[in-house]
Each structure stands twice: as structure tokens, then as C-alpha cells.
């Protein structure tokens, strides 16, 4: 492995692909394609206040990241979706989703290093 990682840790991947890289690579395709659709539609329903529909995708979006490991971004999710289905803490939850998107970035741009180790 070329560059060190930062914010991903792919046991979980590895773990649950049992080693088969297509697999892995169909995950890694699959996080490129959700996340930054995941980016404009968390800060969309943000703008709009649907928060019921906010939560949903904070969940959809937490199983993407802790597919690569990065939980403590997880956990910020679970909270976003957990106060978003209850409509509390609203004040917290456009500093989740502007670190959602800083962070699924940057996992974004470690996991194309991984994926040319692939080809």
C-alpha cells in the first residue's frame, strides 16, 4: 500500500468480503457512486427541514461509512439520524453534515489510492 491511510480502515471490508477483490471492488464502486449523492441530498433535506427524511438517510449513509471503517463518523450519523427522527438537537445537525461530507471526501480520495491496488 502506497499512502498511508488516514480516515479509513478496511478490516471491516476485508472482513466481510473474505478476501474476494471483486467483491471489495464492487464495494469501493459502490461508496463512490452513494457517498456524494448521499453529500447533496443530507445537505438538501437539511435546507428543506425534513428532518423524518434526514434521519433515513443518515442511517443509509452510516452503514456506507462503517463499511470503511470510519466509525467515529458513524457515530456522529447514528446521532444525526437518531435526533433527526425525533426532531431534537436540530442545531447539531448541519455540523454533522458538513463533517460528513469534509471526511466521506477525503475517504473518497484514500479509497481511489486502494482501488488502483486493485486493477
Known amino acids: 500500500m502506497s499512502a498511508k491511510l488516514k480516515l479509513i480502515n478496511l478490516e471491516y471490508l476485508n472482513e466481510?468480503?473474505?478476501g474476494n477483490t471483486d467483491f471489495i471492488?464492487?464495494?469501493i464502486d459502490m461508496?463512490?457512486?452513494q457517498i456524494p449523492e448521499y453529500q447533496?441530498?443530507?445537505s438538501?433535506?437539511?435546507d428543506k427541514k425534513d428532518w423524518i427524511n434526514l434521519g433515513k438517510l443518515a442511517h443509509k449513509a452510516k452503514?456506507?461509512?462503517l463499511m470503511v471503517g470510519m466509525k467515529g463518523l458513524a457515530d456522529d450519523l447514528k446521532k444525526l439520524e437518531e435526533n433527526a427522527k425525533e426532531g431534537i438537537n436540530?442545531?447539531?445537525y448541519h455540523e454533522i453534515i458538513v463533517k460528513f461530507v469534509r471526511e466521506s471526501d477525503l475517504a473518497i480520495e484514500e479509497l481511489k489510492e486502494?482501488?488502483?491496488n486493485y486493477n
Open 16 to 18: 466481510i468480503s473474505n
Open 25 to 27: 471492488i464492487d464495494l
Open 31 to 33: 461508496f463512490f457512486e
Open 40 to 42: 447533496i441530498t443530507l
Open 44 to 46: 438538501d433535506l437539511y
Open 63 to 65: 452503514s456506507a461509512i
Open 90 to 92: 436540530i442545531n447539531e
Open 114 to 116: 486502494v482501488r488502483k
